[in-house]
């Protein structure tokens, strides 16, 4: 069975620009969250959709935002971006909203 | 909301010694408590996890042993290996985990000592 995949694996993109990354959950997980992994920060939670729901959110400004398809894949948008949106962002799928979740390779964003 | 703290920051063992990571939570809502592996350069994996009605799980040389009441819990590696050398995270949450999203400790850089 297939992973968590997200793509692309590396970005570069400049300050004020926007930028969607792309996650396909493994193959029936219906819930698909989203991290911002920071070496300051650690693992933040940015959000969390279900069934095409976002059914919670992180302390992130509106500037970052998501979404899911009818297929459980899911996207995120970060707008307007700055210098310290710099970050690898995960995603992960479960099955469920109450089950483990598992995480992708994730996204190197970098922005210069 | 959730704060999760995790200690040691780095661990330094010698390989076949046990290994003893600690994390508490601050709020007693929470009721799943999955750890995390992260090699370098790769994605975080999920080793070991424990519900609330559960005050300990093994699976191998890894258990998890989980204080309520205390609301602390705790990973311990047995007989550690060169491969168990890796960042370990815990993290707390409500329901499984996707509801209110994983709140995660900083990490601890485990080191195995050949």
């Known amino acids: 069975k297939a992973g968590v995949t997200q793509t692309p694996r590396y970005l570069i993109k400049t300050r004020g620009q926007q930028v969607t990354l792309s996650c396909s959950p493994i193959?029936?997980?219906?819930?698909v969250s989203w991290y911002q992994q920071t070496p300051g920060q650690g693992l933040q939670f940015l959000f969390e959709?279900?069934?095409?729901?976002?059914?919670n959110k992180g302390n992130f400004p509106g500037r970052f935002s998501g979404r899911q398809f009818s297929n459980s894949r899911s996207e995120m948008n970060v707008s307007t971006l700055e210098l310290g949106d710099s970050a690898l962002y995960l995603c992960?799928?479960?099955?469920?909203?109450?089950?483990?979740?598992?995480f992708g390779d994730g996204t190197r964003l970098s922005i210069l | 909301g959730e704060n999760v703290e995790q200690h040691p920051s780095t661990l330094s063992v010698q390989e076949g010694d046990s290994a003893v990571i600690k994390c508490t939570y601050s709020?007693?809502?929470?009721?799943?408590f999955p750890w995390y592996k992260q090699e370098l350069g790769k994605r975080p994996q999920l080793i070991i996890d424990?519900?609330?009605?559960?005050g300990e799980k093994k699976d191998q040389r890894i258990a998890v042993t989980l204080n309520k009441t205390a609301k602390h819990f705790s990973l311990h590696i047995t007989e550690t290996q060169p491969e168990d050398s890796a960042v370990y995270f815990c993290?707390?949450?409500?329901?499984?985990?996707?509801?209110?999203?994983?709140?995660f400790g900083k990490g601890t850089h485990l080191i195995i000592q050949p």
């Open positions: 709020d007693s809502a929470s009721n799943y």
């Open positions: 992960a799928s479960s099955l469920w909203v109450d089950q483990p979740q598992h």
């Open positions: 193959s029936g997980h219906r819930s």
């Open positions: 424990i519900r609330s009605n559960v």
């Open positions: 993290a707390a949450s409500r329901v499984g985990g996707g509801a209110d999203g994983l709140t």
């Open positions: 959709y279900f069934s095409e729901t976002q059914r």
